[in-house]
């Protein structure tokens, strides 16, 4: 017979288990595309001359893809923290617009909210935003969990790629296109997803513009100004549009 | 860049990224409703924001010079190819990196 302790602390460890058991399919993409990238990462930081414990702490305390690929390079340049922060204030900026999407999901998810925020990539907030959680499943354990899971992705396989890029003989020249492929794979998802395409288009076109007039170290903040002025002119028609795809 | 000045970019990076993921969370508080405008934007923006960034992975390729960015853009039609039939995102993303080194260091 158990007490009503025991009762209550086996409740809570299946809560958690329960719900890592169904976090965990979810991951196993997330898993093969992070170790991919992970490794790509940490060679590529192993070739242009830093150690893995580079890849392993900026994985842990970054832990965002595309600007540690960007921070590789200002950490070749010259010593410039301004110009990073902005860097990656502008790199960073989409995660805002995850943090406005969370904003209710995440409600009632008690200490594990801090990390779920601290955790929050592209790929950990998808899974989050999409997934149908079963109703007997803890919602805040299965975020937390997914989190969890994608971060020891990254971190592991960053810091693999750091550790065996030294002993890499082949040529990794272009390599670093995975990024480029990953961004072309969410940008395709979510346009398959979405009925109107204008907002996509916008941020397409937007970017090349800027690119063409500001040049290629200069274009992003230009492209993210005219991005957000052309959707907040456009918000009636976008809206209407797309209804509730929007 | 001393070691220190390393750490101090590195550090600067994570608060960056930090103050993007924790910002809105201190904004809009759970307590009051989000306002439309800000709703719209968290609705709109993904797509052009990955339109974006596609953008910024090319912004190097050189068009009036070298293979005039063939090989960048023989890759992404294949990513999206493979992915428009698979829907398997590593597939997509494994084959595009593959193809584009065998471009760039065979044929290029």
Not at chain 1, 141 to 170: D, E, K, R
Not at chain 2, 10 to 22: E, K, N, P, S, Y
């Amino acid at each position: 017979m158990h007490t009503n302790e025991n009762i209550l602390t086996t409740k809570k460890q299946s809560a958690s288990l329960l719900a890592l058991k169904t976090a965990f399919p979810y991951t196993i993409p997330i898993f093969a595309g992070f170790w991919f990238l992970g490794l790509t990462y940490g060679i590529y930081m192993n070739v242009s001359g830093f150690s893995f414990w580079y890849p392993f702490f900026m994985s842990l305390t970054i832990f965002g893809g595309s600007l540690e690929f960007v921070v590789v390079n200002l950490l070749l340049g010259s010593f410039n923290p301004l110009q990073a922060l902005a860097m990656s204030l502008m790199i960073q900026a989409r995660h805002l617009f995850y943090g406005i999407s969370m904003l209710d999901k995440f409600k009632g998810t008690g200490w594990k909210k801090c990390y779920l925020i601290f955790g929050m990539c592209d790929e950990t907030f998808s899974i989050n935003y999409s997934a149908q959680i079963p109703a007997q499943v803890d919602r805040g354990w299965f975020m937390f969990w997914v989190t969890v899971l994608n971060q020891i992705y990254w971190v592991s396989g960053s810091t693999i790629g750091g550790l065996v890029g030294s002993v890499l003989t082949f040529n990794t020249e272009g390599l670093d296109f995975a990024m480029t492929a990953l961004f072309v794979v969410i940008f395709l998802e979510q346009w398959l997803k979405e009925k109107s395409h204008w907002t996509a288009l916008i941020g397409l076109a937007a970017s090349v513009l800027c690119l063409f007039l500001f040049g290629a170290d200069d274009f992003l903040i230009p492209s993210m100004m005219l991005i957000l002025g052309a959707l907040t002119l456009l918000r009636k028609p976008l809206e209407q549009k797309e209804g509730a795809s929007l | 860049m001393t070691l220190s000045q390393e750490i101090i970019t590195i550090a600067v990076c994570a608060l960056g990224t930090m103050a993007t993921r924790f910002l809105p969370f201190l904004i809009f508080r759970s307590d009051k409703p989000t306002p439309k405008y800000i709703q719209y934007l968290g609705k709109a923006l993904p797509a052009a924001i990955f339109g974006m960034l596609i953008i910024y992975c090319l912004k190097n390729v050189n068009l009036l010079a070298g293979d005039h960015g063939l090989a960048e853009g023989i890759a992404i039609a294949a990513v999206i190819v493979i992915h428009l039939w698979k829907r398997q995102m590593l597939l997509s993303i494994a084959v595009g990196t593959i193809g584009y080194m065998l471009l760039k260091q065979l044929v290029f």
